[in-house]
């Protein structure tokens, strides 16, 4: 089992920059790929980045070139660096977690997911 908890979310103008974090419990978070998911109000939730359990990244063409993800395997946690926000970056993003380490763009391969944190960009 894998609790997963997101932080870093806020509410931030057009061009700054957020980091989101998400912590993860238990022992076997190297292994795992880690993705972040995100989902706007009256959309379905869509992929925005993963990275895998040997760290090669994947990333939605709506966010590549500004955001990138990456892992700290000591801390259990994994980060989304968020540049050149966007008001359509305005959703709440969730973490999720793979057990088969292949860093997958549906949401459906993902075992655990967090409970999300509000990202707002006004214009």
């Known amino acids: 089992q894998v609790q997963l908890v997101e932080s870093g979310g806020g509410l931030v103008q057009a061009g700054d920059s957020l980091r989101l974090s998400c912590a993860a419990s238990?022992?076997?978070?190297?292994?795992?790929?880690m993705g972040w998911f995100r989902q706007a109000p009256g959309k379905e939730r869509e992929f925005a980045a993963t990275i895998t359990w040997n760290s090669n990244t994947r990333y939605a063409d709506s966010v590549k070139g500004r955001f990138t993800i990456s892992r700290d395997n000591a801390k259990n946690t994994v980060y989304l660096q968020m540049n050149n926000l966007k008001p359509e970056d305005t959703a709440v993003y969730y973490c999720?977690?793979?057990?088969?380490?292949?860093?997958?763009?549906?949401?459906?391969?993902?075992?655990?997911w967090g409970q999300g944190t509000q990202v707002t960009v006004s214009s």
């Open positions: 999720a977690a793979d057990a088969y380490g292949l860093g997958a763009t549906m949401g459906d391969a993902y075992d655990y």
């Open positions: 238990g022992r076997a978070f190297s292994n795992y790929a």
